[in-house]
Every structure is written in structure tokens, then in C-alpha cells.
């Protein structure tokens, strides 16, 4: 660089400067509590969500095992309830669906919550 | 990272990413919102997996993204872009500006630099970066970086010069 361009680029880097401390360059900034209580804030938001997804698939597969243990046990025990009659083997079906929805809807969210 | 790491880290990097966003968006209050912005995108970004080194490039980086956002904000809503571009002239022609402490050559010296050239200014000067280190923050290749950054020095000068700043008036 040139003897011109040297001085040229000083006097850039001095006006540079002037300008960065009349733009607060050195000041202090606020504090930083607000940021880390929003990032906080933020994680613990993602951990919910994440808790909620995991829980909406578990309630998925097991209704699905659910479905799937009702049409085998149907399949098992409705002709033993047949022998009975009508009223026996509605006895059978309900009985057959009842225990895992009670299972499902009232001894698991006890379960998960203690 | 943890709140005491943090803390230090925004100490050490705060005060200059504040008055690097006040420079580009001259104004104090929306470059506060901003500030904040960015340390949230790091801290989103897990920062411990970055060097110390790296850090205080990419959290540049992050604020030039943080600062494009916000303008494509602005540029969704009509009268909220025309009040900032109307605020951000008159700020910058010296009239009534948002940044109260500029002073007036300042001010008008930067008024007719070009977005980019003021950008290139301050990261190489005030920030003192590598070209190979702004390249990444304003988005264009290290060798491009080097070229530009010869031509913004060129259009300063000139402003300069044509301002009658010499080196003690300039400092």
C-alpha cells in the first residue's frame, strides 16, 4: 500500500472509531437475566412439547395393541360366552371390551402419575 | 451452557454487538429488541459446541440474520416500513436523530455510504475481522469480501475527503 493509501486507511480506521463510540461501542448492555430466562423459558416449553408428542405416541400404540388384543380375544373366548346365549356373549364382548379401557383410561394416568 | 458461562460470555460480546446493531439500524430501541434476539438464537444454537474463537463470528452472524428478519418484518407491513425508512433518512441526514449522540459529520458521512459498505466498515475496522471471517456474516466469498471492502475504503475516502475530515478531524 501507498504512503497515500496508508494514511487514507488510517483516517478510515479514526473515523471508523469515532463513529463506533458514538454508537455506544464500550457502553455496558442491559442485562443479560431477560435472555437467559427467555432461553429458559424456551427449554422448558420444547421438553413439554417433546413429553407431549412421546405421550400422544405411546396413547396411539397402545390403543392400537388394545384394538388388536380385543379382535384376538373376541375370537378366543366369544364361542365359550356363545354357549350361554345372546345375553352371555354380550356379557362376553362387553367384558372383553371394558378391561382394557379401564386399563387405558383410568389405571394408567394413575400409574404415570405416581 | 450454563447461567454463569453466559453471563460472561455476554458480557465480553454485548456492549459491541449492541452498538454494531445500533450503527446498523440507528435506532438505540429496536437494537436493544434485537440484541436480545440474537443471544437467543445462540443460546437456541447451543454455543458450547463452538470454539471461543468461532463464537464471536457466528454471533455477528446470527445478528446480521436477526437484523434481516426484522426488516423483512418491516417490509411486510407498508406504514411501519415507510415510518422506519423515513426515520432511519432523517437519523442518518442529522436532523432528529434516533441515535442522539451521533454527531453531525458522522452522521452524514455514513448517510451516503451504501448499506454493504458500512456493513464491510464497521466488521473490518471497528471489529477488526478477517476477510476470511466477514465473508460468512455478510454472506459472500472471502476473495469477494476483499474486493468489496477495497471499494467501500475507496468510497469512504472520497466522502471523507469530500467532507474536508482530514486524520485529526476524522479521529
Not at chain 1, 354357549?83 to 394416568?109: E, H, K, Q
Not at chain 2, 429488541?33 to 443471544?39: G, I, K, N, P, S
Not at chain 2, 464491510?120 to 475481522?129: D, I, S
Request: overall charge neutral; proline content about 5%.
Amino acid at each position: 500500500m501507498t504512503e497515500t493509501g496508508l494514511t487514507e486507511d488510517s483516517q478510515i480506521a479514526a473515523f471508523m472509531h469515532r463513529a463506533a463510540r458514538a454508537y455506544g461501542r464500550g457502553e455496558a448492555a442491559p442485562d443479560p437475566a431477560v435472555i437467559w430466562l427467555k432461553a429458559a423459558l424456551e427449554r422448558h416449553r420444547a421438553r413439554e412439547q417433546r413429553a407431549l408428542r412421546v405421550q400422544a405416541l405411546s396413547f396411539a400404540f397402545a390403543a392400537l395393541a388394545i384394538t388388536v388384543a380385543i379382535l384376538v380375544a373376541y375370537r378366543l373366548v366369544a364361542p365359550v360366552f356363545a354357549t350361554l346365549g345372546d345375553v352371555g356373549l354380550l356379557a362376553g364382548i362387553a367384558m372383553i371390551v371394558a378391561l382394557p379401557l379401564i386399563w387405558l383410561v383410568g389405571i394408567r394416568p394413575l400409574s404415570d402419575a405416581r | 451452557v450454563d447461567a454463569e458461562t453466559f453471563r460472561r460470555f455476554y458480557a465480553d460480546s454485548a456492549p459491541s454487538l449492541r452498538a454494531y446493531l445500533r450503527y446498523r439500524l440507528n435506532d438505540p430501541v429496536i437494537a436493544d429488541d434485537l440484541l436480545q434476539e440474537t443471544f437467543l438464537r445462540v443460546l437456541r444454537a447451543d454455543p458450547a459446541s463452538l470454539h471461543q474463537a468461532q463464537l464471536r463470528s457466528y454471533l455477528f452472524r446470527a445478528a446480521t440474520s436477526v437484523i434481516a428478519d426484522h426488516f423483512r418484518c418491516e417490509a411486510r407491513s407498508p406504514d411501519a416500513l415507510a415510518v422506519a425508512a423515513g426515520q432511519r433518512a432523517e437519523a442518518l441526514r442529522g436532523a432528529t436523530g434516533c441515535e442522539p449522540e451521533l454527531p453531525l459529520d458522522v452522521a452524514r458521512v455514513l448517510a451516503q455510504l451504501g448499506e454493504r459498505d458500512r456493513e464491510l466498515l464497521w466488521l473490518a475496522y471497528v471489529e477488526g475481522f478477517s476477510h476470511r471471517e466477514i465473508g460468512p456474516i455478510v454472506g459472500v466469498e472471502a476473495n469477494s469480501v476483499r474486493v468489496l471492502l477495497l471499494r467501500a475504503r475507496e468510497r469512504m475516502a472520497q466522502l471523507l475527503s469530500d467532507h474536508g475530515l482530514g486524520p485529526e478531524e476524522a479521529a
